[in-house]
């Protein structure tokens, strides 16, 4: 079955500003950017990355702006970098407790998020669906670069 591609494009939209309908508050309580905020969520979210290079590749952000934003979530007081093995190439990104309330704040707005888009929608199918769309994704993108 061939996808309807721009209903698809427009679904994808919808999705990126319903988000932004549930995240701003939280950008205007703490008077962050959606890259600062992006960028906490995602530290918080996934523990397992913890370098810029992380937050780049996985969140497919530029380096620029992620390197933006860390200074500032940095100078804030929301994060602290540190140096491993005396490896000075690689920091690592340590959430601060001055974070957890935005934190906390951001993920009560990605749960009410999530509550909106899957409302009506059987829990498992609707993972089932994510996963084989991840799946796909993941398998024709890598063909796509091994054919280059």
């Known amino acids: 079955m061939e996808p309807d591609f721009p209903s698809f494009i427009g679904l994808i939209n919808m999705l ?8 701003q508050p939280v950008m205007d309580k703490y008077s962050m950017t959606r890259i600062e905020i992006d960028i906490l969520m ?6 397992q ?16 702006h992620v390197s933006y934003a860390l ?6 007081g929301y994060i602290h970098r540190e ?25 009560k707005a990605q749960l009410e998020y999530g509550k909106t ?5 059987d829990r498992e199918q609707f993972r089932e669906i994510l996963m084989q769309m991840s799946e796909n ?12």
């Open 71 to 76: 200074n500032t979530l940095e100078q804030n």
């Open 117 to 121: 888009v899957s409302e009506g929608i």
């Open 137 to 148: 994704l993941n398998k024709n993108i890598n063909a796509k670069q091994e054919e280059k």
């Open 16 to 23: 990126k500003k319903s988000y932004d309908c549930f995240i």
């Open 42 to 47: 995602f530290l918080a979210n996934n523990p």
């Open 83 to 107: 140096y491993r093995n005396n490896n000075r190439k690689t920091a690592y990104i340590v959430l601060l407790e001055k974070a957890e309330d935005i934190i906390a704040d951001g993920k």
């Open 49 to 64: 990355y913890s370098t810029a290079s992380d937050i780049v590749n996985k969140r497919m952000l530029t380096k620029s």
